[in-house]
């Protein structure tokens, strides 16, 4: 792979890349993500209560900032608080690990959480009970639900996660 990179970048010349690499920017830009050229984060850590300030004081810059581990969320939209004594399924988990290393994974609480919240179909990923879902939610996999705002087709975002899903297998074992 490195011995075609270097081939395509010998072959190619700087001003293609140069205009390939603009019309790029300028199209992520318009989508709402412009290019910062290799800024470094402005570091706000311990100076401001608020991302949002540090975010309005460096605009367009990456910033860092100090967030207490008890007011950061994890699950996406489940939003379990991350502190020790958190009912996050993850931090459970580790928390029975800690007390019994020979926990086997199906009696964690991490198992029984999975167990109790899969869904099955992409109605029951969006959170919509029978009398509210259409037959083609509830005859697509799961993996195929996709939030309205994203705008990706439901078929397409299944592939991109299924894709991503073997990408991680083969990577990690």
């Known amino acids: 792979m490195k011995r075609i990179s270097r081939l395509l970048r010998q072959l190619i010349p700087e001003k293609t890349k140069r205009a390939v690499r603009r019309k790029v920017d300028r199209f992520v830009a318009r989508k709402g993500y412009p290019r910062i050229d290799r800024a470094h984060p402005v570091d706000f850590r311990d100076l401001v209560a608020s991302p949002l300030e540090a975010l309005e004081r460096?605009?367009?810059?990456?910033?860092?900032?100090?967030?207490?581990?008890?007011?950061?969320?994890?699950?996406?939209?489940?939003?379990?608080?991350?502190?020790?004594?958190?009912?996050?399924?993850?931090?459970?988990?580790?928390?029975?690990?800690?007390?019994?290393?020979?926990?086997?994974?199906?009696?964690?609480?991490?198992?029984?959480?999975?167990?109790?919240?899969?869904?099955?179909?992409?109605?029951?990923?969006?959170?919509?009970?029978?009398?509210?879902?259409?037959?083609?939610?509830?005859?697509?996999?799961?993996?195929?639900?996709?939030l309205p705002w994203i705008g990706v087709p439901g078929t397409v975002a299944r592939l991109r996660r299924l894709q991503l899903s073997r990408n991680e297998m083969w990577q990690y074992g």
């Not at 699950?75 to 029975?96: I, K």
């Not at 009696?107 to 009970?129: C, E, F």
Request: glycine share 6%.
């Open 58 to 146: 460096a605009p367009g810059y990456p910033v860092l900032v100090s967030v207490p581990v008890e007011r950061c969320r994890g699950l996406g939209l489940m939003a379990f608080p991350l502190s020790s004594d958190s009912p996050h399924p993850h931090v459970m988990t580790a928390r029975s690990w800690q007390r019994d290393r020979q926990l086997a994974y199906e009696d964690s609480p991490l198992a029984h959480y999975y167990h109790a919240v899969t869904p099955h179909t992409a109605a029951d990923v969006l959170g919509l009970p029978g009398a509210e879902c259409t037959p083609t939610l509830a005859a697509m996999d799961a993996l195929c639900a996709t």
